[in-house]
T-cell receptor, first 116, second 109 residues
Framework: IAGITQAPTSQILAAGRRMTLRCTQD?????MYWYRQDLGLGLRLIHY???????GKGEVPDGYSVSRANTDDFPLTLASAVPSQTSVYFC???????????????FGPGTRLTVL | GQNIDQPTEMTATEGAIVQINCTYQ??????LFWYQQHAGEAPTFLSY??LDGLEEKGRFSSFLSRSKGYSYLLLKELQMKDSASYLC??????????WGAGTKLIIKP
């Protein structure tokens, strides 16, 4: 593994189903992030984690939950998927996290999710 | 309110120079990032500016004017592989990034 991996690559899901998107990084970065990217809109932050054991809400957290049990993994769960959650989901990580202004975020390859 | 504006799409010719502008109104300012995103791929980091002025990195340069809420990305000697979307993002006072919708750059031979 090099960098950030996400799984699955793509998924079609029936509305109302529960789904967990997986994200793993091997760079020992402290901070991790989940974004969604929709056509015509900028990336929007869903949830973030500054360090293992802590999480915070971003701009669009409703309908999503996260956990950060260890440094490497940051799964995103949709408890009951709705069609408006159809999007491309990107996981990202950064070395230091908030408070360090020049802290570059590195992105995983993304998960394309379709909710029908 | 918070807002980042970029042109939706630009077209340029291989070998030429193109400037992609970004204007922003955000809750505080802790720096501005430019990312490149090829279709179907992840965004990748290009540059970071926190002070006014021009930062040059090979064929790519990024400029910032904090007083005007303005930045641009300058791409020189354009190559076909530069066809991509270019994303402007501002780090706000809460250290969360707010992203523009991106500028799709089309390079023609």
């Amino acid at each position: 593994i090099a960098g950030i991996t996400q799984a699955p690559t793509s998924q079609i899901l029936a509305a109302g189903r529960r789904m967990t998107l997986r994200c793993t990084q091997d760079m020992r970065h402290n901070a991790m992030y989940w974004y969604r990217q929709d056509l015509g809109l900028g990336l929007r932050l869903i949830h973030y984690s500054n360090t293992a054991g802590t999480t915070g809400k971003g701009e669009v957290p409703d309908g999503y939950s996260v956990s950060r049990a260890n440094t490497d993994d940051f799964p995103l769960t949709l408890a009951s998927a709705v069609p408006s959650q159809t999007s491309v989901y990107f996981c990202a990580s950064s070395e230091e996290g908030p408070g360090r202004a020049a802290d570059t975020q590195y992105f995983g390859p993304g998960t394309r999710l379709t909710v029908l | 309110g918070q807002n980042i504006d970029q042109p939706t799409e630009m077209t340029a010719t291989e070998g030429a120079i193109v400037q992609i502008n970004c204007t922003y109104q955000t809750s505080g300012f802790n720096g501005l990032f430019w990312y490149q995103q090829h279709a179907g791929e992840a965004p990748t980091f290009l540059s970071y500016n926190v002070l006014d002025g021009l930062e040059e990195k090979g064929r790519f340069s990024s400029f910032l004017s904090r007083s005007k809420g303005y930045s641009y990305l300058l791409l020189k000697e354009l190559q076909m592989k530069d066809s991509a979307s270019y994303l402007c993002a501002v780090l706000q006072s809460n250290y969360q990034l707010i992203w523009g919708a991106g500028t799709k750059l089309i390079i023609k031979p």
